[in-house]
């Protein structure tokens, strides 16, 4: 919904952006004015990982909206040259950002956090981190909702079959209060089984791993 809608408001925003770099005009710089909620689970001491966290206590009961709203901003930032130059052009002045922005969330119907966490990050000069802190934001959610991303990569397509194998199994690795989020990708180049990737943990059992590993024992000095 947020890319059909980014359309009108960024074609205006372009037609100004191209060429011209305007003088920035005196603006409020603040602090976002989060209602004191709960932390994340996990942290990251960054300067993007604390606009995440404070975000994240903004959203309170409104997490899931919330979440919704950062992710259709991120898909938007990937499917739109015009909203991606919004962003992450820094001599663009803030109160054409801020109105576009204003413009694009009214329409899509986004939270009030939402719409207030962005002018902070114009008015903070920090708006071309907003993927960074997309992505962190996200990995706040999904660790407050016990979801746990697991990347399956092998040579060829698996069969649905093979699919819920691997799911299976990885689940119970998992344990059982967490549920998997499941994304499975072909990789020609690892010519054969698998390279799993959940959470911090990586299990490669790829063809081309035990070759490497064979290659490497085979060029070791004989005693």
């Given amino acids: 919904m947020f890319r059909a809608l980014c359309r009108p408001a960024t074609a205006a925003f372009s037609q100004a952006a191209r060429p011209m770099v305007r003088p920035m005009a005196p603006i409020a710089t603040r602090s976002f004015a989060a209602a004191v909620g709960k932390k994340p689970k996990m942290e990251d001491g960054t300067l993007e990982g604390r606009y995440a966290t404070a975000l994240f206590m ?3 009961s409104k997490l899931e909206k919330v979440y919704g709203d950062m992710a259709n901003l991120r898909a938007m930032m990937e499917s739109s040259t015009d909203f991606k130059l919004l962003v992450e052009t820094p001599g663009v002045d803030p109160e054409t950002k801020v109105a576009t922005l204003e413009a694009i969330c009214k329409k899509a119907g986004a939270d009030g956090a939402v ?3 962005l002018k902070v990050l114009v008015e903070n000069k920090r708006i071309s981190s907003l ?3 997309i992505d962190l934001f996200e990995a706040f959610y999904r660790a407050e909702k016990n979801l746990l991303l697991c990347k399956v990569t092998s040579a060829t397509p698996l069969s649905s079959s093979e699919q819920g194998s691997v799911k299976k199994a990885m689940q119970q690795r998992a344990g ?5 989020i499941m994304e499975y990708n072909v990789n020609p180049a690892i010519m054969g089984g698998l390279v799993v990737k959940m959470g ?8 081309a791993t035990r070759l490497e590993r064979i290659q490497a024992q085979l060029m070791q000095p004989v005693s």
Avoid: C
């Fill in 200 to 207: 911090e943990g990586v299990f490669d059992n790829s063809v």
């Fill in 58 to 60: 903004a959203s309170g």
């Fill in 115 to 117: 719409v207030n966490f």
């Fill in 176 to 180: 059982a209060g967490s549920e998997l």
């Fill in 131 to 133: 993927s960074r802190v």
